[in-house]
C-alpha cells in the first residue's frame, strides 16, 4: 500500500481555500488506500479533538490518517516551522514512499537535498519566496504541479524561465456528490436552514453565491442583480463577520447575507438553490494584500457548483474558460456588466429545459473529470514517474 507524505502551509481548521484544498486532497487520496502523514498546524491545542474537528468543519474522516501537527498561539513563521517538523520524515521516506509538498519551505529544503518531490504550487511568490519557488521548479527531482493552464503561463513570464513538464490539475470536488432535482431543492433548502416554506414560496428563483467577500468576488453584481429583480431571492454564503454585518446594513429583504456555515452544510446548500453565481472580477483577491489570482484560479467553489447539477451563471474570464463551455455547462456573461447577469437569470428562469440541461451536462462532467478521487490518481501516477 502507498504511502503519502503530504506537507501542507495550513493552519487546521480554517476557513482559508488552501485547508479546504488540503483536506478534500488527502480525502481522495485516502479513498484510493493511500495512507497519509500530513503535516500542518492545528488551531486547536489539544491534539485529540481533531478528528471529530475536521470531520465537523470538514466533513472528512481522517480516522486513519496520521496528523503530524504542532498547535501556537503565534503565527509568525508557521510555514516554516511544518517544513522543520516534516524536513526528517520525508527524507528518510523509502522511495516507495511519496512526498508532495504545498509547503515552499519544505519543497526548497527537499530539493536540495535532491529528494524527488511534487511540488504544488497555486501562487506567483515575490521577494525571497520567489527565488525559492524559481530555484525548486528548476531541480530534476521535481515535478512542478499547477492548477490551471494559464497559470503555467504567468509562472514562465514572472521567472523568465520555461516549465519543465508542469503538471496541470485543475481542482475539483469531493467524489459522490449528488444532483437534486429541481422540483425537490425548494423544500430542501427549507429543511436546511430551518426556515417556515412560506418565507420563500413566493420568490421565482433561489440565487446562491458561496465564497468570501473580498474585493472582486463580484458581492455588487449580486447586489444590482437584488435590485433588478425583487421576485427572487439572493443568499450569500460566507465572509467574515464584519464584512457580513457591514453587507446587512442595507440590503433589501430579497438578498440575505448568511455568513460562514461549516464546508458540509456549504455543500448542501448549494444543492438545492435554483441557480448558482460565480461572479468573479477581473481583479481577484484571496484576502492577502498583493495576491490577485483572477488570471490564474481554479476555484473549488467552480467544481462543487457542477458536481450539484444546478445551474451557473459565471464570469467569462478565460482562466474559467479552461473549465466552463457557455451554454453547456453554464452560462458566461461578461462579468462587470449587471445587465448581462440579469438577462441570463431570465433565460434560466423562462426556460427551465434549457436551464435543467446545463445542471445536468456540469454534473456529469463532474463525475466523469472533476473529482479529488480522479486528481490524486493523476498525482500518484505522476510521483511514481519520479
Not at 430542501?188 to 453565491?209: M, Q
Request: proline fraction near 4%; aromatic fraction near 8%; charged fraction near 20%.
Amino acid at each position: 500500500m502507498t504511502r503519502l507524505h503530504y506537507i501542507s502551509p495550513s493552519l487546521l481548521p480554517s476557513r482559508s481555500a488552501n485547508s479546504v484544498h488540503v483536506m478534500h486532497q488527502c480525502d481522495g487520496f485516502s479513498g484510493l488506500g493511500v495512507n497519509i502523514s500530513l503535516y500542518a498546524k492545528r488551531a486547536i491545542v489539544n491534539k485529540d479533538d481533531m478528528v471529530d474537528v475536521l470531520f465537523e468543519g470538514y466533513g472528512v474522516n481522517v480516522d486513519n490518517w496520521e496528523l503530524i501537527t504542532f498547535y501556537s498561539g503565534y503565527s509568525r513563521a508557521e510555514t516554516l516551522r511544518i517544513a522543520m517538523m516534516a524536513l526528517m520524515p520525508a527524507l528518510q521516506a523509502p522511495s516507495r514512499e511519496l512526498v508532495l509538498s504545498r509547503n515552499l519551505h519544505a519543497a526548497w529544503m527537499l530539493a536540495g537535498a535532491g529528494k524527488k518531490i511534487l511540488f504544488e504550487t497555486h501562487q506567483l511568490e515575490y521577494g525571497v519566496r520567489k527565488v525559492m519557488q524559481r530555484w525548486i521548479m528548476t531541480r530534476p527531482c521535481v515535478r512542478t504541479v499547477v492548477i490551471s493552464k494559464s497559470l503555467v503561463g504567468c509562472l514562465e513570464e514572472h521567472h523568465a524561465m520555461q516549465l519543465r513538464d508542469p503538471l496541470i490539475l485543475h481542482d475539483a470536488a469531493p467524489a459522490g456528490i449528488q444532483r437534486l432535482l429541481p422540483d425537490r431543492r425548494r423544500q430542501a433548502l427549507v429543511e436546511l436552514l430551518k426556515i417556515p416554506s412560506t418565507h420563500l414560496a413566493r420568490f421565482k428563483a433561489i440565487c446562491g453565491y458561496f465564497g468570501q467577500l473580498y474585493t472582486g468576488r463580484g458581492i455588487e453584481i449580486i447586489e444590482a442583480m437584488a435590485a433588478a429583480r425583487t421576485e427572487c431571492m439572493f443568499l450569500v454564503f460566507g465572509g467574515d463577520g464584519s464584512d457580513v454585518a457591514r453587507r446587512r446594513l442595507n440590503a433589501p429583504a430579497n438578498l440575505q447575507f448568511m455568513g460562514h456555515v461549516p464546508h458540509p452544510i456549504s455543500q448542501r446548500a448549494q444543492a438545492a438553490v435554483d441557480v448558482l453565481l460565480m461572479p468573479y472580477q477581473q481583479s481577484v483577491s484571496i484576502g492577502v494584500k498583493g495576491h490577485d489570482t483572477a488570471r490564474w484560479m481554479s476555484p473549488m467553489k467552480m467544481f462543487e457548483y457542477l458536481a450539484v447539477g444546478v445551474p451557473i451563471i459565471s464570469s467569462d474570464l478565460p482562466v474559467l474558460k479552461e473549465v466552463l463551455t457557455d451554454g453547456r455547462n453554464a452560462l458566461l456573461v461578461k462579468a462587470d456588466d449587471a445587465g448581462q447577469w440579469v438577462a441570463a437569470l431570465d433565460l434560466l428562469i423562462s426556460n427551465k429545459n434549457f436551464a435543467n440541461s446545463i445542471g445536468e451536462f456540469a454534473h456529469q462532467e463532474y463525475r466523469a473529470k472533476h473529482t479529488w478521487l480522479r486528481r490524486a490518481d493523476a498525482l500518484l501516477s505522476a510521483g511514481h514517474d519520479l
